[in-house]
Each structure stands twice: as C-alpha cells, then as structure tokens.
C-alpha cells in the first residue's frame, strides 16, 4: 500500500510518462565514476525536462528562450574579444582575455545544455561541463586576483588625454622652435657669407694698395734722399713689410677656416720624425733631449695640418727655452676617456704666466717673452688648423716651469 501510494506521488511530480523512480544502489566511488563516463551521454535515467513536473507552455518557452539568449550573447562576447585581440596585439593581460574567454563560452554551454535538456535529458554531460566551467572560474579569479595591482598601475584614459595635451603644447612650441632656429640658422649663414666676401674684398684690396706701396718703394734711390728723408722712408719700408706680413698671415688663416683639407690615417711616429730632420740642428747645438712615447700610433688628420702644429710646437719649445739648464722635449699620445686621441708636447723651458695671459695666448701676434723672433703667429696657426677639423687644444704652464700643450683630435 505503501508502495503504490510513494509511485502516485512521484507520477505526480515528474509528469504522467515518467517511469517509476529506482531506489539508489550502492556502490564503490570507482564504479561511479566508471559509470558515469561511461554513461556520459546516456539519458535512460531521467525523462525530458517537459515530463518532470508540471511545466506550462509559457513557463517552458520562457525558460528555454532565455537560456538560448543567455547561450547566444555568452557565444558572440568571446568572439569579439577574440577579433580584438587579433586586431590590437598591444593589449596588455592576452592570457586574462583568453581565460574570460574560455569562462564566458563554457557558461553560455551550460544554458545551452539546459535548454536541451527539455528534450534531451543528457543530465551527467551537464554535471561535467558544470565542472570544468568551475574549474576554469577559478582559474580565472586566482588570475585576476594576480593582475589586479597591475591593472590599478595603469594609467586612466584622463590621464592619457592630459599627457597627449601636454605632448601637443610641448610639439607646438617645439616646432615654432625650429621654425625660428630655421629662421636665425638663414641669417647666420648669410651673415657668415657676406662676412667671408667681406673679408676677401677687403684683403684682397689691401694687400693690393700694400704691394703697391712695396713696389713704389722699391723705385725710390734712398741714396739720393737726405739723411732725415732716408731715415722716413726706411721707416715706410718697415711698416709696408710689416702689412705684408701680416696681410700674408691673414690671408693663410682665412683659407685654414674655409678650405676642406682631406683627413688621413697617419703614424705619429713617422711624421715626427720627418719633422725632427728640419730641427737637427738646432736640437744638436742646443744639446736638447728629445723623447717620445706614441701610445696611440695613429690618428685621422690632415698630414700638412700635423705636420705644421708639430714644427710649431717644437720650434716654440726650441725659442723659449732657458739658458740655465738643457732643453727637454717630450712628446706623448693616448686615447682620453672621451675615446679622443691626444698628443702632448712638454717642455722645461721658460713656461708662460696663464694667471696675466691665459686668455690672450693663442691670439694673432700675441707674445710673452722679450725676443725680437717672436711674432705671435704659431699658436694662432695651431688652434686654427686643429679647431678647423673639429678638435682643441690646451695648455699648461707655469712661469719657469716649461709647458705642456694638449692638442685633442
């Protein structure tokens, strides 16, 4: 009786062809497993959704229309993600966009499967894609939770658009910049253009009217002048020699600032040497000691440019030297820590007061010393000619103590 009145009330909860319900069996965690898998897509064990309980045709619609949309938008939101992540390969985070991805599709498969359900009690397939969504939620929250003090590190697009502002006002002014350095660069350069004109007219016009002079001076017999006269007029020669000097002088440094030497790769050694042929002499009869250690043996330069700062260098060291003790002269190179080769050229003669003349001692006919042989064209030639292929030079000295200058290639 017990029996027949527990049957009336399942028919009556699970619908009129549903079969009687079967007591549990017992049975091992193993072989539930095994049956399971094994049974995955069995539905023996459970009438459609439509015969289990008491479903009206609204009711039934309503449930299996909205998991099909739910299924629908859970299926097209991955896809756009996908197509985004394609598109924009910069998108920071791609293994979070794929997990979401995954999350987003096995939900949408569970509403599927529950909609078909109503047909299709497929119910052990719907418990394992239950798992695995789970599984892959977890997954993807533990992710989140990983990248989250990231994400908060990302700039807002506020922010963003505040730099792109800025970036914009600072490009502006920048390109007004240059607009005007464009503009003051055009001026200079023609500035320079009408100096260098400038410069050759007038040289070329006075070392005419010079010449001139020298050769009117020539013509004149100064034995027929009288004692006052000739003495004037050999005061004219002197001064027209002296502007002829010094137009000549200007004349060669105007064309060492201009005119474009080829540089090649010379040995320091050897052009030294040929240098100290032209001073044998003078070093023997002056019992100097010359020494050199070419650490870099070689350098990128002009060989007349070298050639004439060493006869500069070791000529100056030979005219100032002190008449107490021999003469030293020392040449060295090196690379500095500027990865820049060096020469230097030290002496012990009688150095140079860099306190009273420092800032004067490479100027044009610019002397220290009391000596009639000194014209003050050497170390204007040297910082021209060195400076003329983007190098410098440097001195230093002490009144008695010699001196040491640095030419910096």
């Known amino acids: 009786m017990k029996l027949i009145d527990s049957l009336s009330h399942t028919s009556k909860l699970c619908g009129p062809v549903c079969a009687p319900v079967k007591p549990p069996v017992k049975a091992s965690l193993g072989t539930q497993v095994a049956d399971f898998f094994s049974n995955i897509f069995s539905t023996a064990d459970w009438p459609p959704r439509w015969h289990c309980g008491s479903w009206s045709d ?132 023609q500035h320079n253009q009408q100096l260098k004109n400038f410069t050759h007219i007038l040289s070329h016009n006075i070392r005419n009217h010079a010449s001139n002079i020298a050769l009117v001076s020539s013509l004149v017999q100064i034995e027929k002048l009288d004692k006052t006269n000739a003495e004037l007029f050999e005061k004219i020669n002197n001064v027209s020699r002296s502007l002829n000097n010094t137009l000549e002088d200007l004349s060669h440094a105007i064309k060492i600032k201009e005119s474009v030497i080829k540089s090649t790769t010379l040995n320091f050694e050897a052009v030294t040497d040929g240098v100290l042929k032209i001073f044998e002499s003078d070093l023997k009869v002056n019992n100097a000691k010359f020494a050199a250690d070419f650490e870099a043996a070689e350098v990128t330069f002009p060989h007349i440019y070298l050639e004439s700062i060493l006869i500069n260098l070791i000529s100056n060291a030979l005219k100032y030297r002190r008449a107490d003790i021999p003469l030293e002269i020392k040449l060295k190179t090196y690379i500095n820590n500027q990865l820049r080769t060096v020469l230097e050229c030290s002496d012990n003669g009688l150095g140079i007061d860099l306190t009273l003349h420092g800032k004067k001692i490479f100027g044009l006919y610019k002397t220290f010393h009391n000596r009639k042989d000194a014209h003050g064209v050497g170390l204007f030639l040297v910082k021209t000619q060195i400076e003329s292929q983007g190098g410098q030079i440097e001195v230093e000295s002490t009144p008695g103590n010699g001196a040491t200058f640095k030419i910096i290639f």
């Open 58 to 189: 609204f009711h039934g619609w309503l449930y299996i229309i909205s998991d099909i949309g739910i299924w629908a938008a859970y299926f097209a939101i991955p896809i756009m993600m996908l197509l985004l992540l394609r598109k924009k390969k910069d998108i920071p985070f791609h293994k979070i966009f794929l997990l979401f991805v995954a999350f987003i599709l096995l939900c949408g498969l569970t509403h599927l499967i529950d909609a078909a359900i109503f047909w299709w009690p497929a119910y052990r397939l719907s418990a394992l894609v239950r798992f695995i969504t789970a599984v892959v939620s977890i997954f993807t929250v533990y992710a989140l939770y990983r990248v989250i003090p990231l994400v908060f590190n990302l700039r807002t697009v506020a922010e963003l658009e505040a730099e792109i502002e800025k970036r914009r006002i600072v490009e502006e002014k920048l390109s007004q910049n240059e607009i005007a350095l464009n503009r003051s660069l055009e001026l200079t350069t």
